[in-house]
């Protein structure tokens, strides 16, 4: 037995194997967040400057893949309730700034 315990020494604590997995599911999708909303707005500004569909395009993709690591990052972490509409106010908010900033520098550059 030794000072150990019976099972002797437990390397994946109180969470288990299975929520050790959605713990870094979590952890992979919020990193994913960032980086397809940063490449959202990055595609929909040089897409607006340069006048490029395709760019355009590109950012559309970008946020709907950051739909998708939303998606991911909600149910891996079983948010519900008010942690949901979270969510969706995070994805509007995601969808919008880009566009807002836009109007702001147009705005300021006249």
Sequence with gaps: MGALGPEGLNVMGPMGPEG?????LAIIAGALVVVFGAVYAACFAFGRLFGSPSLMLVA???????VGAVYVLATS??????????MVLLL???FLAPRMIWRLTEATHE
Excluded: M, P, R, T
């Design 20 to 24: 050790l997995d959605a713990f870094l």
């Design 60 to 66: 559309y993709g970008c946020f709907a893949l950051l």
């Design 77 to 86: 972490l079983h948010l519900d309730g008010i942690w949901n509409v979270l």
């Design 92 to 94: 509007i908010a995601y």
